[in-house]
T-cell receptor, first 114, second 112 residues
Framework: KAGVTQTPRYLIKTRGQQVTLSCSPISGHRSVSWYQQTPGQGLQFLFEYFSETQRNKGNFPGRFSGRQFSNSRSEMNVSTLELGDSALYLC?????????????FGPGTRLTVT | AQTVTQSQPEMSVQEAETVTLSCTYDTSESDYYLFWYKQPPSRQMILVIRQEAYKQQNATENRFSVNFQKAAKSFSLKISDSQLGDAAMYFCGIHNNNDMRFGAGTRLTVKP
């Protein structure tokens, strides 16, 4: 079974631009979560989607948004990029209903804002 | 909101020795799950070990074990017989009500 995939793997953008990152979960996983990883802040939760609905949201400004499609693939968008948005963005999927809550992570998208 | 604190940004251990990584958390819930994830350099995060809060028995997975103290809201990870491949960032996390939170991580170095 294929793992979680994220595209693109690397991205360089300029301040003020917007960016869209994509995540394809493991087949059968309907929950997708997004995290921002930076050296100083560790892993910070952005949001979680299940069956195309956002179930939970972290403490990030409205510039960060996401969505999930009917095939469980998810995208996150960051508008009006700031230098501080430079980070590794991780996506994780999980199989809801098993009681394990284990998350399977993708390799991440490294975003650099210049 | 749930929070997780890892007070050791970096730890070091000699190969074959034992090391303990600390984690404390805060939650108002009584039913939750605790996790330790490992992120090797330039590799994907993987689950190391999981503990259900309602279970009093500490979870173990081969060389990895936890010391779960529910009243103290503490969840430390013990790695026995450390190996070079254990070198990684370790993240402690808590899951409850569709909400997953992680600590800032502990970077573990294993010295040969």
């Amino acid at each position: 079974k294929a793992g979680v995939t994220q595209t693109p793997r690397y991205l360089i953008k300029t301040r003020g631009q917007q960016v869209t990152l994509s995540c394809s979960p493991i087949s059968g996983h309907r929950s997708v979560s997004w995290y921002q990883q930076t050296p100083g802040q560790g892993l910070q939760f952005l949001f979680e989607y299940f069956s195309e609905t956002q179930r939970n949201k972290g403490n990030f400004p409205g510039r960060f948004s996401g969505r999930q499609f009917s095939n469980s693939r998810s995208e996150m968008n960051v508008s009006t990029l700031e230098l501080g948005d430079s980070a590794l963005y991780l996506c994780a999927s999980s199989l809801v209903g098993t009681g394990s809550y284990e998350q399977y992570f993708g390799p991440g998208t490294r975003l650099t804002v210049t | 909101a749930q929070t997780v604190t890892q007070s050791q940004p970096e730890m070091s251990v000699q190969e074959a020795e034992t090391v303990t990584l600390s984690c404390t958390y805060d939650t108002s819930e009584s039913d939750y799950y605790l996790f330790w994830y490992k992120q090797p350099p330039s590799r994907q995060m993987i689950l190391v070990i999981r503990q259900e809060a309602y279970k009093q028995q500490n979870a173990t997975e081969n060389r990895f074990s936890v010391n779960f103290q529910k009243a103290a809201k503490s969840f430390s990870l013990k790695i026995s017989d450390s190996q070079l491949g254990d070198a990684a960032m370790y993240f402690c996390g808590i899951h409850n009500n569709n909400d997953m939170r992680f600590g800032a991580g502990t970077r573990l170095t294993v010295k040969p």
